[in-house]
């Protein structure tokens, strides 16, 4: 994992910069990579009833998509951090980058499509070259935008300082990670001095508006476990994040968002290595509640991959799981395709149906 003291800080800033030239002359291609089947089949082997035949119990198989208003938009990979439980694999070396073609076809199938809200994710969307570009075009469009931040980018580097300022200027949302409001648990998950770095983040956003009863500038922030268990209630530890971070920080902020470990990429590996995969999984399944379904994200959602290929979820994207049809790039965006499309399951959507269910914007039920 990445440390995040001062002097690191600076060694990640110097070699996302080299990732970025490095793009710059020489764009990556795509390739599947041999780990992202090899995760696949891993969760295929274990003995678990399959997801599909689970949905087919409770009648609920073609699992369909209802509409399309959300086009969450996956910039790339690079990240000024390798948190533990990543499930893009982001970091500082991470070459595959949105090209500006492939962002403007985002931007025309907006203007053609009925989508309410765009949701910019990454690795650490912030540092895509045109990302203040691309807000500025979305913010010109009548849509709602997110941007999800690792709230660390606000004070990496004075390069990205203005971000809490430019966000505001745009009406952009933010959701940002901090999956506790402890030093030891966010240092642990995220790594070292993180937390520090998220608190300064947070109080710069608190600074601009954001999150406060007296302002529209929407701040949430997301919870993820720090190992193998489903999320606590939301809304108690909505309660107790604010209490915490308010006493301890002054910081205030809007929602809170529970979220469940995916079983894919670094989660994935972590419980291999540490032999939890399967009663992981087993966690997952026998916390199957079948209400969370009508709600799933993929069901209103659409993923674009930073080369432009359509998903029903960014997890499927990490797991290049493209939608199922003829058209699979934002290049050819024809409502018609994504309309009740059938949408790809396999074992990794348990982490979905968990408990209270679980999407980009926490619980389902
Ligand atoms: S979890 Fe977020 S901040 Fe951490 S490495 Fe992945 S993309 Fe970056
Ligand atoms: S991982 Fe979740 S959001 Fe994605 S397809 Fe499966 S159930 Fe839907």
Not at 17 to 24: D, E, G, I, M
Not at 199 to 211: A, C, M, R, V
Request: proline residues 4%; contains cysteine.
């Amino acid at each position: 994992m990445e440390k995040y003291t001062e002097k690191d800080r600076v060694e990640i800033y110097k070699k996302v910069r080299k990732t970025l030239q490095q793009v710059k002359e020489a764009p990556v291609e795509v390739t599947v990579s041999k780990k992202t089947r090899k995760d696949i089949a891993e969760l295929n082997k274990i003995e678990i009833p399959p997801f599909s035949k689970q949905l087919k119990k409770f009648k609920q198989l073609p699992l369909q998509s209802d509409s399309f208003e959300i086009l969450q938009i996956n910039l790339g990979y690079l990240c000024n951090q390798v948190c533990n439980h990543c499930h893009v694999n982001a970091g500082p070396s991470r070459k595959e980058l949105m090209s500006v073609k492939t962002m403007k076809d985002c931007l025309k199938a907006i203007d053609a499509g009925n989508f309410h809200t765009v949701d910019l994710t990454g690795g650490a969307p912030e540092i895509h070259p045109d990302f203040k570009w691309f807000v500025k075009e979305l913010s010109q469009r009548n849509i709602k935008i997110i941007v999800r931040s690792n709230l660390t980018i606000l004070t990496f580097h004075k390069a990205y300082e203005d971000l809490p300022t430019f966000f505001a200027a745009h009406q952009v949302e933010v959701i940002a990670s901090m999956p506790c409001y402890t030093v030891e648990n966010v240092d642990k998950q995220r790594g070292e001095g993180v937390f520090d770095a998220s608190i300064e983040g947070l109080q710069k956003l608190n600074e601009t508006g954001y999150g406060r009863t007296d302002s529209n500038l929407k701040l949430h922030l997301v919870y993820n476990p720090g190992g193998p268990s489903l999320p606590g209630d939301q809304e108690s530890l909505e309660a107790d994040y604010k209490r915490m971070l308010s006493a301890n920080f002054g910081i205030v902020f809007n929602k809170l968002y529970t979220i469940t470990n995916m079983p894919i990429s670094r989660f994935l590996n972590d419980l291999k290595k540490s032999g939890k995969l399967l009663d992981y999984m087993r966690l997952l399944v026998d916390n199957f509640n079948s209400a969370s379904v009508e709600n799933l994200m993929c069901r209103n959602t659409v993923s674009i991959r930073w080369d432009g290929t359509m998903y029903d979820c960014d997890f499927n994207q990490m797991l290049d799981l493209p939608i199922l049809g003829a058209v699979k790039n934002i290049e050819n965006f024809n409502e018609l395709v994504l309309e009740k499309r059938n949408i790809v399951v396999q074992n990794h959507c348990y982490g979905c149906t968990a408990g209270a269910g679980s999407s980009c914007q926490g619980a389902l039920s």
